[in-house]
């Protein structure tokens, strides 16, 4: 697994670092996560290793946490304490 926080997009070369390192430790998953995105030719380079090699940005990485937030061990949550908050949504959002 690898993060970056920097605003700008990642990238083709830190991802195939990680792809480098993960066949180095005979490692079969991997899950590269970037705050800033990915630069558009990455995404489709690596669509072949979609199983092999996971591709976040902030959006995915905030659905995973808010999907999974209620099995998370107690002692995280105390951690990252969250709340659902519900509100009526514009005619847009509905859809």
């Known amino acids: 697994m690898e993060v970056k926080s920097e605003d700008s997009p990642i990238g083709r070369e830190p991802v195939d670092k990680l792809l480098g390192a993960m066949t180095k430790f005979n ?3 991997g899950l590269f996560v970037a705050w800033g995105g ?10 072949s290793q979609f199983f092999r090699l996971r591709l976040w940005t902030q ?16 002692d995280l949550k105390a ?8 509100m009526v949504a514009s005619q847009d959002e509905v859809l």
């Open 27 to 29: 490692a079969d998953q």
């Open 38 to 47: 990915f630069k558009g030719n990455v995404q489709k380079e690596l669509a």
């Open 59 to 74: 959006k995915e990485l905030l659905e995973q946490l808010f999907e999974q937030y209620e099995r998370l061990d107690e």
């Open 79 to 86: 951690e990252l304490p969250l709340k659902r908050v519900w």
